[in-house]
């Protein structure tokens, strides 16, 4: 929806939001987490695999990025057909293998509640043996399926917003009778939000969820904060759909969960 696209200000915008990598040309990935994970007051990112439910009921997660958030430096090798990993921080050593119940803590044995597992590349690790044995609380959000684990020890809240949301094509109609591109110059495409800057600043990276509509992933993705608009002021967020004007109408307007990402 970019209303005023070009000039000196939104160059000097979309070179800054590059700059930091923020921006990629494939920003827009589908990702509905099963289970979400926040620490303190970030959500953590998951690129590519993603927490789950295990037989169990346990929650799994990609052992890099919720540990890093923690602290901790990671080293792993392999040890004939399955994984060791080994957790360092200031204040503990934590050693797992892939397909084991049994885990070390600072020289002395363990058993966790479920095994962790090594699949298509990534090491997935109960999130509730990691909080427990980094003495970190987790408490759960049920209406967001989000885990919260409170590093700092304290309580923290689910840390998104609700937001109303529209969407919109690549129309000229509805972009100020330019063509496809967002206020930054970069082509739409899925993954494109028009937001307020005041609100959400642009460049923003998002994880989006709670909408409904066949032409978007099914129960969230990523998302971001590129474009603008006349009409999208406060708490709305406008997501670009490559469908037809005719048929975005459908959409109409949605009640959403937005989560700020920290890079």
Known sequence: ?????????????????????????????????????QVNDDLVQFPDAQP?????????????????????ALHWEKDGDKIKVTLNNEKHTITLISGE?????????????THAEFQEGRVYVPLRFISEASDVPV??????????????????????????????SADPAENGGYAAFDFMGNPLML????????????????????????????GGMYAYATDTGGSVKGNHLDIFIPASKES???????KIKVYKLSE
Do not use: C
Request: hydrophobic content about 45%; charged content about 20%; proline content about 5%.
């Open 248 to 254: 975005l109408k459908q959409f109409g307007i949605q």
């Open 52 to 72: 789950f439910l295990d037989n169990n009921h346990f929650t799994q997660v990609p052992v890099r990025f919720v540990t890093e958030k923690l602290g901790y």
């Open 191 to 218: 993954g494109t939000v028009a937001v307020d800057p005041s609100v959400i600043p642009l460049g923003s990276k998002l994880y989006i969820e709670g909408y409904s509509f066949d032409g978007l992933p099914a």
């Open 1 to 37: 929806m970019n209303i005023a696209l070009k000039g000196l200000a939104s160059l000097a915008v979309s070179m800054t939001v590059l700059a930091g990598g923020l921006f990629s040309p494939l920003h827009a990935n589908a990702a509905e987490m099963e289970v979400k994970v």
């Open 139 to 168: 408490q759960w959000d049920a209406s967001s399926n989000l885990a919260i684990l409170n590093k700092d020890g304290n309580q923290h809240s689910p840390d998104y917003q609700e937001f109303e949301a529209t969407a919109y």
């Open 101 to 113: 119940k049994e885990a070390v803590i600072d020289n002395t044995p363990v058993e966790m509640d």
